[in-house]
């Protein structure tokens, strides 16, 4: 059984391939380069791709399915939403006989789009952020008050049109911290037309939690639950350090409803934060691929690759219910970028709002790495290989 895997330069792809080659598949690389992340792990091949799936996305599919019928891939992997959309959206691209495990793309977009994602959460049973929907440009003169600040601008989908002339191509936004309406403005006048409708939402004051799952034909078949202990950036973003901790039934139970009213096939992580002042689940966004912090479940006990592929496969897979709680993954790199914004900008910069702004207590916990739960993320003793590719990028002497 051969695999490929997308985007090798990503920690989820070798995360994934890293539990595609320990369960015994033939696993492929595909990357921009050949000594990628993932593509110098062990046991997997690696293949360069140089179409870029948000400049061109239909060149990307083009390149992805050639390698694919070269090298006689049974299944596909895409591990990034610009890709995943790419692959969705050019089907004819790719062998007609290849596994992608994903839903279908009206699905897939239903799920990337914040604001009609907001709307199933709260018939899931969840709580969401007090929220302004801000249709068009034009609305960036309809702010609440100074009261509803701080607040968080979120593009109704991270992966949007690119205003080019000529090639169908796309690009990416992200969220955007605001402090006060003039923020807000500014903020608001800097986003592309195609970002619109923006969401406006409170700033939730509490940690954030997410859940992960694997429905699949109608059955979840693999919950599991992390909680973020550092971020990049400091406010809010991708996870650094992250532990895993019990998945909550209010939680589970409403994730399995969103997902049913998705009509979901696969993975997801439905993200939320944990308010300190109701103690609910706030719903933030879901992420309808294999995510970031996967290594973390891995380590855990839950090989949502493994499953996710066993699945797709039509192989029996009993349910995974239990894992083991506490155990910490940490981004190496990424906390040594979480530490290097602690200590040389403010909190206000940071948009930490008087919350972890103590310098010394953020090198006090970097350093405080290293107990029996601690594992590193890319560094492994019988898989240097990535680590140290990441760490030559670091220093400017691989590219």
């Known amino acids: 059984m051969r695999i490929l895997i997308t985007n090798g330069d990503e920690r989820v792809a070798l995360a994934t391939a890293r539990s595609l080659v320990a369960a015994g598949y033939r696993v492929h690389v595909a990357a921009s380069r ?16 140089r179409s870029d799936p948000l400049d061109h996305p239909a ?33 004819t691209a790719l062998p007609n006989s290849i596994v992608l495990p994903f839903p279908d793309v009206e699905t897939y977009r239903r799920a990337s789009d914040k604001v009609r994602a907001l709307e199933l959460a709260r018939a899931a049973g969840l709580d969401a952020p007090e929220s ?19 607040a968080v601008l979120k593009p109704h989908r991270s992966v949007i049109p690119a205003e080019v002339m000529g090639d169908v191509s796309k690009r990416k936004v992200g969220i955007t911290y605001v402090d006060d309406p003039a923020s807000c403005r500014a903020a608001l006048a800097a986003l592309p037309a195609a970002a619109f409708p923006v969401l406006l939402q409170r700033r939730v004051r509490g940690p ?42 209010e939680l589970v139970a409403a994730g399995t409803r969103l997902l049913e009213l998705l009509d979901w096939q696969g993975v997801a992580m439905v993200e939320c934060k944990r308010d300190l002042a109701t103690n609910r689940y706030v719903f933030m966004e879901v992420n309808g691929r294999l995510w970031g912090s996967l290594q973390l479940a891995i380590d855990a006990g839950v090989d949502f690759p493994a499953l996710l592929v066993a699945c797709a496969l039509g192989r029996a897979v009993a349910p995974v219910r239990n894992y083991q709680v506490g155990v910490r993954s940490r981004w190496f790199w990424g906390d040594v970028d979480h530490l290097y914004l602690r200590l040389t900008r403010s909190a206000r910069a940071l ?5 972890r702004a103590s310098r010394l207590a953020a090198v006090r916990d970097f350093c405080r790495f290293g107990g029996a739960h601690d594992r590193e993320e890319i560094w492994r003793w019988r898989d240097p290989a990535p680590f140290m590719i990441e760490t030559l990028g670091r220093l400017g002497l691989v590219r």
Not at 67 to 89: F, H, K, M, N
Not at 223 to 231: D, N, S, V, Y
Not at 351 to 355: A, M, S
Request: net charge positive; glycine share 10%; no cysteine.
């Open 34 to 49: 050949r000594s990628s992340l993932a593509g110098v792990s062990r046991g997997v091949r690696s293949w360069r791709v």
């Open 208 to 249: 954030g939690e997410g859940l992960f799952l694997l429905r699949w034909n109608g059955r979840v078949l693999a919950a599991f639950a992390h909680r973020r202990l550092r971020e990049k950036p400091p406010a809010g973003g991708v996870s650094v350090y992250r532990e895993s901790i019990a998945a909550p039934r």
């Open 351 to 355: 948009h930490l709002n008087g919350t």
């Open 59 to 91: 060149h990307y599919a083009a390149e992805v399915g050639a390698v694919a019928r070269a090298q006689g891939i049974d299944l596909l992997l895409p591990v990034t939403d610009p890709s995943v959309e790419a692959l969705l959206e050019h089907p």
């Open 132 to 150: 302004l929907v801000l249709a068009t440009p034009a609305d960036r003169g309809n702010l609440p008050a100074a009261s509803f600040f701080p």
